[in-house]
């Protein structure tokens, strides 16, 4: 019975951190010959009238910032596309979709269902950018999905399905995303600060010594999303159950389209920081991201927006999860952490004051926070449309409310000296009496009646003996040789168990000493995990490997 609980926790952690991977390649990379395609050529579109409308809505910071123009289609595995039959019984499934000029592009599945073991990978034509492997982890109810952006205006959509559930499988894509003005790490890599302003500082900056250490964690809880033709920031917050449940804290009248079509990236940050200056910042190498959440509860009192990402969230990414105070007490100085622009991750700081106001933002009236024009604005970065919903965090790294409007921007490398509002986080806390509509339920489960909480790192420190990390245990391995080598960094007694995707044991061990190599060679290509156990805690954490020695 033991090892049947083993095997059901197991899958319950894969399920949990799953999301798109960005390993392995489409099947039909390796295909000599496949049928040929007619692509599918989306119409254009008057875009000096779109950027006319961006010049004015940008202004409005109550309104998402744009990126993208939105194509209303009708493509699915029936009417569009091409089939190819493999060899092994299985088959696959290619739409190639152009929109000319594009900087990116994204789409909007109305139908998204996926058997288990088939796939999804999107590419550009060059083969530069891959998205995938998206899989039945990101079957929902209402069948819908929002897929992360490809860059360039030439795109393929690739479905592969097994023969074991071959017919099995329903995709529609009702929407394209053609982004003309982008968010893709080309533009950041190729000009200055992306489309941000030259007075922001990337999140590597300093802030001052007395948030810095602070800052370097909160940044691993921010959040980038995407939204059809729109963009917000958000941020991972923590509960009294310390349990890395997804909550994901963003501004209300962040709302472009339905939520389980939006994409989010995490860490998202440059290696080499641009701090207001005109030099580039770099790309950062990493892509995580995952898709489709669900609104845990809101309101426009406070312009709030509490998120459950359904799509999981990987253990590798080394995510973090803010605190918050609700005490509504004014703090010594607050920093913000966001995505201005859809640009690269950057953080502002003000010394104060910080005052509350109560304004016709929505309707009703809103509670906020604002930084003041009296007080010349944010001593150090602004914020810009695709800011909002980023956390405002005080002195202690806690979130004391989540951006919903303002002026401030750049003047060049300084800033304008104008305000921003933030919806109030004590109001959120408790406003009426659902629990669709106040932060209570969701971030004190256990009603402890808790005023603050720290972000979920301090608080594992704080409360007893951390889990151990995952940075402690290295595990590298060689797809083609199927050899995988664990490295014991930890000084603990750790044991490992690896299993394949059906949940099936593989082999086990324990690591004492300092290293551990197993040997899978006698086993089919594909992706495995190892079960990572500390004896001493109980804490643990599964890693994902691959196989591949080619078709």
């Known amino acids: 019975m033991k090892y049947k609980i083993l095997i059901m926790m197991l899958l319950c952690v894969f399920v949990s951190s799953a999301q798109i991977t960005n390993v392995g390649e489409p099947r039909s990379w390796k295909l000599v010959s496949k049928n040929a395609i007619t692509p599918m050529v989306m119409k254009n579109f008057d875009l000096n009238k779109i950027k006319a409308e961006d010049a004015a809505n940008d202004l409005d910071r109550t309104k998402p910032w744009r990126f993208g123009y939105e194509f209303k289609v009708n493509l699915g595995l029936s009417n569009a596309g091409v089939w190819d039959d493999l060899p092994d019984g299985s088959r696959i499934w290619r739409l190639n979709i152009i929109s000319k000029g594009a900087k990116t592009i994204n789409f909007i599945f109305d139908t998204y269902r996926l058997p288990r073991g088939a796939t999804i990978y999107l590419y550009n034509n060059d083969k530069s950018d891959v998205l995938g492997a998206y899989t039945n982890i990101f079957n929902r109810p209402d069948e819908m999905l929002g897929t992360w952006l490809v860059e360039g205006e030439n795109v393929w959509i690739e479905y592969h399905e097994p023969y074991a559930v071959r017919g099995q499988g329903e995709l529609n894509i009702s929407k394209v995303i053609h982004g003309y003005r982008s968010v893709t790490s080309k533009d950041v890599f190729e000009k200055s600060l992306g489309d941000s302003g030259s007075c922001n500082q990337d999140v590597e900056c300093t802030v001052g010594r007395d948030f810095d250490v602070l800052k370097d964690r909160l940044k691993h809880s921010v959040g980038f999303i995407i939204m059809r033709g729109f963009v917000c920031t958000g941020t991972l917050i923590n509960n009294t159950n310390n349990d890395k449940a997804p909550y994901f804290l963003t501004a209300n009248h962040c709302d472009a389209g339905d939520e389980a079509t939006w994409a989010f990236r995490f860490n998202w940050i ?30 426009s009192k406070s312009d709030m927006k509490l998120l459950n990402l359904d799509g999981g969230l990987d253990e590798s990414w080394d995510l973090e999860w803010a605190g918050w105070d609700r005490s509504g007490e004014a703090p010594d100085f607050v920093v913000g952490i966001h995505h201005p622009s859809g640009d690269i991750m950057k953080v502002c700081r003000d010394d104060g004051p910080l005052s509350k106001i109560t304004t016709q933002f929505e309707n009703p009236e809103t509670d906020m926070w604002e930084i003041t024009e009296t007080g010349n604005g944010w001593e150090l970065g602004v914020t810009e449309g695709g800011s909002s919903g980023s956390a405002l965090f005080d002195q202690n790294g806690r979130i004391i409310g989540q951006l919903a409007g303002g002026f401030a921007a750049c ?52 409360g007893g003996t951390p889990p151990v990390e995952e940075e402690e245990i290295i595990v590298y391995y060689s797809p083609k040789e199927a050899i995988i080598n664990l490295a014991n960094g930890a000084n603990k007694i750790l044991e490992y168990i690896v299993f394949d995707l059906a949940g099936t044991e ?39 490997v691959i196989i591949d020695r080619g078709f």
Request: charged share 20%.
């Open 411 to 462: 003047a060049g490398t300084n800033d304008n000296g104008r305000n921003d509002q933030y919806g109030r986080f004590e109001v959120s806390w408790d406003f009426g009496n659902r629990d669709n509509t106040r932060l209570l339920n969701w971030l004190d489960p256990a009603s402890t009646g808790k005023v603050t909480l720290d972000m979920l790192s301090q608080e594992l420190t704080n």
């Open 270 to 299: 440059s290696p080499n920081p641009s701090c207001a200056t005109t030099d580039n910042s770099t790309d950062a190498t990493i892509n995580q991201t995952t898709s489709g959440a669900t609104v845990r509860a809101s309101n």
């Open 506 to 544: 593989i082999t086990s061990g324990r690591l004492t000493r300092s290293d551990e190599v197993i040997d899978m060679g006698d086993r089919s290509s594909g992706m495995y995990l190892i079960y990572i156990t500390d004896t001493t805690d109980g804490s643990s954490f599964t890693k994902k």
